[in-house]
């Protein structure tokens, strides 16, 4: 049985669907304003590893992720842009998919838009306003009344009596010190420039936070299963997300909260502000793959902070080099006893709140296994490992390595061995018939891989 920690407890419980074996979980998706960092990604990467460890348990699954389209941020960037905020947001919407993609992230079953979703945001505002909950201020904008919510600070475990009252906080982002009202809805000003819709308290445009509420509740029903993000969107983010929801339905919002720890630099979070990050794109530029670079987010625990470094990204490949190198020798068949036992100790990792460092001592357990006892028979334990992990095998060129037709891989071997007899010649021409059988074949420190010709 799978279980994690839930951050609104603060215990470890099983994760359990409420219904139909299915769990419905909401992911706080990117705010699409720049390129996301790898920050960014060491949140979207553990939601995968989640994802992933929920339907390898054999339960299935309904994520959907947001596309924060609209919020302090992305206003600011398309103003400063001059153009339409709509145009601002598509390239990085784009990139985001692309790097899912680079990252071997499996897709969401639905990623929801913010502004394709004003007029439920603007049902939830009135909803709260009608109940008594939320209230206009002079400006037009609306706020939700936190000292009406008693459930309020539940989840941060804030001790709320002790905090000022009556204090308003119109950003969307803010700091424990500043608890107060916050804005449901915020009523246009000059900086927003052509940005705002029209909405029963003057012109305007949502919070943040109602969006995720919003949106979530549409797709996933008034109560569900499971909502994650990084660690700094607990508060204030994921507590306003409970208040609006839990008070307008009346019906608690969501069984499991889990939250990642930080990404960070020098000890730091990694962050725009900061401007001590690296995105996807910039580390691809420095040679490094999608599949290095996942290796590193996942092999850290989630709930643990983890320091970016060069160094880390050598660490992947090399490990990388000897799961390839052993992975390329395993075959189908009957599975060894020892490999099998791996294959369940991994499982029982994974399932102990996604424990991947033990998981990823197992994988390394299997090669080493494998190396001294003989790959036969072990590619299953593999794959299954792979289903989670995402990056035991390259994408595509490493599934089909173990598809490689017999003559293609006696024609390998010879190769090899003339390499070996540095017969150049002979290797050169075993090189040219197999890429006319259709594979290529690449050289490295660590030996020769082959790959099909219609995927790397
Ligand atoms: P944003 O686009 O800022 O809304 O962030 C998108 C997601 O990335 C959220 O789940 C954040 O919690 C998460 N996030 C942002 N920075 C980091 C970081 N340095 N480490 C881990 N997660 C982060
Ligand atoms: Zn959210």
Redesign the pocket.
Known sequence: MMKVYNSLSRRVEPLVPAKDNEIRLYT????VYNF??I??F???VFEDVLRRTILFNGMKIRQVMNL?DVDDKTIRGTNAAGVALTDYTAPYKKAFFEDLDTLNIQKAEVYPAATDHIPEMIELVGRLVEKGVAYRSEDGSVYFNVRKFPGYGKLAHIDFDAQRTGARCAADEYDKENVGDFALWKAWEESDGPVGWDSPWGRGRPGWHIECSAMSMKYLGETFDLHT?????LFPHHENEIAQAEAATGKPFVSTWMH?????VNGE???KSAGNFFTLRDLEEKGWSGREIRYVLVAAHYRQGLNFAFSALEDARRSLARIDQCVSRATDGEIPGWAKARAEAFTEAMNDDLNTPRALAELFGLVRDANTKGAGGTLAAFRRMDEVLGFVFPRDGGKKEAEIPPEVRKLADERAAARKAKDWALSDRLRDEIAAAGWIVKDSRDGQTLCSKSGI
């Open positions: 706080c998706g990117p705010t996301a960092h920050g960014n060491r949140a979207y924060t993000g990084g660690i700094d969107n990642c720890a930080h990404l960070k979070k990694m962050s």
